[in-house]
């Protein structure tokens, strides 16, 4: 009777949270159906890929993304916009569980029955909606980043440097993945990353042209970067600083001090870089290896310029590493910051900034500037939480961890 009792109770939980995930993968569906008119990002490509179809100038004002973008979206401008959309988003569907298998799988994660209401949770999780609403590219960079990161484990360094180079030729911040690679002297994976960076970058160019692709390098990106800087869902480091000490279009600051910001900025930077340097170094054990290659892609996040939340995605990877160390080696300090680090996470930014700002202007009398400025950096406090954590979880700064 209680054998009969637990396997009943065992296909009840199967049933639930199976009914929880294909509810939400259909919830996924409809948010596609809903945004299909206004996706904002996935215009800017489809515009651009159209205007380079007939020979025109692809940055008018519109498009701010890298001209290989463009390039690739050039079949796509065969189908209607809300078509191609469409299909845009049920291949970003299916790239999502692929990252969380191909990441689960490589770091040996235990596959049990609490997988299947985790995996509907995470359907929702408001990163990944972002990149559906938006049609943006951040899964494909995660996927390239996560597939390269496995064919490394396996020493397959030609094809992981491959999809370095590509995944850096569409958005410069996974380069900081070349530093991994020059730490753990994978030279040949490093070539290749160059190699194909330098392949792909010369066929956007002999694609759009010259003039597209200088307007894009000397006009178009230091521009954006200007005016996005201390946008309020901007999560980078530099965001932070300059929200807090630097008078800008958004936001009143704590204080307007630029040389402050400038000193903060590069203090930072350095602590990130020096860590990086020193916490790379003669790494092991494969664990220990996850962990540094972990390390670079919240990094990363935190070094480029502007980092949206539908980038979170390539969280994936720490996120499982993290998991699996708290499996392995637990510990109360771990326990917490992981939790904390969830919770922000959790939190959908585009919603908790709209929030924030309309309480601002309803209390703007009673309530400082600055205090906005701090609830907006709560999903790049998160980084940093990651950071600090899987910096704890390496040799370096952690000399007495458990070998595996």
Request: overall charge positive; charged content about 15%.
């Amino acid at each position: 009777m209680g054998e009969g009792m637990k396997n009943a109770k065992k296909i009840i939980f199967i049933f639930l949270a199976s009914v929880l995930f294909i509810s939400c993968v259909f919830l996924q569906v409809l948010y596609l159906h809903k945004y299909c008119l206004e996706n904002e990002d996935f215009y800017q490509d489809y515009y651009a890929a159209k205007l380079l179809k007939n020979d025109k100038i692809i940055y008018d004002g519109i498009n701010h993304h890298v001209p290989l973008i463009a390039v690739i979206f050039l079949p796509l401008t065969l189908l209607e916009k809300e078509e191609a959309f469409f299909l845009w988003g049920i291949f970003s569907i299916v790239l999502y569980y692929f990252c969380i298998w191909i990441v689960a799988r490589k770091i040996r994660l235990r596959l049990r029955l609490w997988w299947i209401p985790v995996l509907g949770l995470m359907s929702v999780w408001f990163p990944f909606l972002s990149h559906l609403a938006l049609g943006q590219w951040s899964l494909v960079i995660a996927a390239s980043i996560f597939v390269g990161w496995a064919l490394l484990k396996n020493d397959y360094n030609r094809f992981a440097g491959s999809l370095f180079g590509f995944a850096t030729a569409l958005k410069l911040f996974p380069g900081l993945i070349g530093l991994y690679l020059l730490m753990q002297r994978r030279w040949r994976a490093l070539i290749y990353m160059l190699i194909i960076f330098f392949v792909f970058t010369t066929i956007s160019y002999l694609v759009v042209g010259s003039e597209n692709f200088w307007a894009f390098v000397f006009d178009d990106m230091p521009k954006n970067k200007d005016r996005f800087i201390a946008y309020f869902i901007n999560h980078s480091m530099w965001a932070m600083v300059q929200r807090l000490f630097v008078n800008n279009i958004w936001l009143v600051p704590l204080i307007h001090a630029p040389e402050i910001a400038k000193i903060f900025s590069i203090f930072l930077s350095i602590f990130i870089i020096f860590s990086l340097i020193l916490g790379l170094s003669k790494l092991e054990e494969d664990n220990e290896r996850d962990i540094g290659f972990s390390v670079i892609c919240v990094s990363m996040l935190l070094l480029c310029p502007l980092t949206w939340g539908h980038s979170f995605v390539i969280l994936i990877l720490p996120i499982g590493v993290l998991l699996k160390e708290i499996w392995n080696n637990p510990t109360p300090g771990l326990k917490i910051g992981f939790t904390i680090a969830l919770i922000l996470l959790a939190i959908p930014d585009i919603p908790w900034a709209r929030f924030l700002i309309n309480l601002f202007i309803e209390n703007q009398y009673v309530m400082p500037s600055w205090l906005l400025a701090i609830g907006l950096m709560l999903p790049a406090i998160s980084l940093w939480v990651l950071l600090i954590m899987l910096l704890s979880r390496l040799p370096k700064f952690s000399p007495i961890r458990i070998k595996k």
